[in-house]
């Protein structure tokens, strides 16, 4: 089946990150995966939510948003609160990078990772998880850079992050296991699903639905092997920009 961007069943599409798209956060990343591009940036605050003040650990949410043109025709800006897939994105994406901090060696501070999708043609949730871990990645190593000496000594020795993790997005369309599929095969797939995973190996979350037909054990495990090397090719790519240390 060809594809329609000529890919390989296998192949990614064509990514580009560009570091501190926005000069004021802690940390920015505008990732750019075919014609989906999200603006991912990191924001530190020494605070914590009500509810887990004292207990020595810390916190890591995420927000997610599409832009109004980000899609075919304008999507309305959610002023009365976020809808509920928003906030299935926004939770999906806070689990993804909750699922790799070391909550407690963070210390009593909180950082939130805002997505914002500029520009929607499939993978946006996944798109986001890359992006945002690593403006979250990035925010950690310049906060411990910046930290007084004194202040970084009560930072427990080991890493903050425990992984790297990155996500992607498999399917079947027209009974053919794919990976990274762009709108149009989403729109068009018996299959989708999103795929979150640390280089480990080890899975943070499986999200597989069959649209309108149910899939097999052996279809599960091509489109498993699939997203294993995307993910792959996704953290050689974050280590591009963050290195192999994590902070």
């Not at 990191?42 to 899609?71: C, F, I, M, Q």
């Amino acid at each position: 089946m060809a594809r329609p961007d000529g890919r390989k069943l296998d192949e990614l599409r064509s990514i580009k990150i560009t570091e501190d798209f926005v000069s004021t956060a802690e940390a920015s990343y505008l990732i750019e995966v075919g014609k989906t591009r999200i603006l991912c940036c990191a924001s530190l605050e020494e605070d914590l939510p009500r509810w887990l003040k004292g207990k020595n650990k810390g916190w890591v949410t995420a927000e997610y948003n599409l832009l109004p043109r980000s899609t075919l025709t304008r999507v309305k800006r959610e002023r009365a609160g976020a809808s509920g897939r928003t906030q299935e994105i926004q939770r999906l994406i806070g689990r993804a990078l909750r699922g790799v901090v070391d909550l407690e060696a963070l210390g009593e501070r909180s950082f939130t990772v805002d997505c914002d999708v500029i520009e929607a043609d499939g993978g946006t949730r996944t798109a986001s998880i890359v992006g945002g871990f690593m403006a979250l990645a990035k925010a950690l190593q310049r906060m411990k850079a910046k930290m007084p000496p004194a202040a970084a000594a009560l930072l427990p020795a080991r890493p903050i992050l425990r992984h790297f993790v990155s996500a992607v997005s498999v399917g079947i369309v027209g009974g053919q296991p794919m990976l990274d599929l762009c709108y149009v095969e989403d729109s068009d797939a018996e299959v989708d699903m999103n795929v979150v995973r640390t280089d480990s190996g080890h899975f943070v979350e499986v999200q597989g639905t069959g649209e309108e037909s149910t899939y097999s054990r052996e279809q599960l495990n091509l489109m498993l092997d699939l997203a294993e090397k995307g993910c792959n090719e996704l953290v050689t790519l974050q280590k591009k920009f963050l290195g192999n240390t994590l902070p």
